[in-house]
């Protein structure tokens, strides 16, 4: 069954991360200082967990067809998404694949992310409604 669907990049930049915590309320400074990041023992500035996990759903919305087509979606953050100070930012690099068919002709689809080739998401999923 294993049916790899097509790998959707993502672009994020520190300018996403303002824009993101302006949007979620979250100002927590380890999305945009690098000497509080640094100082908790992180390697600098990392976006937002439910911004990475935003775009993880946004190729799962895109996978599906339609955002209401999207009957589960679950993560755990296995590690941070370091955003460089640079206008390139950082990549987050999605692949699916399809896992199982149910009896209702629902697709399960098991989804990877990953920044740098390390993976930042563990035990993600997402359960589509057929077409």
Not at 100 to 125: F, H, I, M, Y
Request: charged share 25%.
């Amino acid at each position: 069954m294993d049916d790899v669907l097509e790998p959707q990049t993502f672009r994020i930049t520190r300018a996403d991360l303002v824009r993101y915590a302006g949007a979620s309320g979250d100002f927590n400074p380890i999305h945009w200082s690098d000497r509080i990041a640094t100082g908790v023992g992180l390697p600098g500035v990392i976006a937002h967990g439910m911004f990475t996990m935003a775009l993880v759903g946004r190729a799962v919305t895109a996978w599906a067809g339609a955002a209401d087509a999207v009957r589960e979606f679950s993560v755990r953050f296995a590690r941070p998404v370091p955003v460089p100070d640079t206008d390139e930012g950082t990549e987050v690099v999605v692949t699916a694949k399809v896992k199982e068919v149910t009896e209702d002709g629902d697709t399960r689809l098991a989804l990877t992310a990953t920044c740098n080739g390390d993976k930042v998401l563990s035990l993600a999923q997402a359960l589509v409604r057929k077409r």
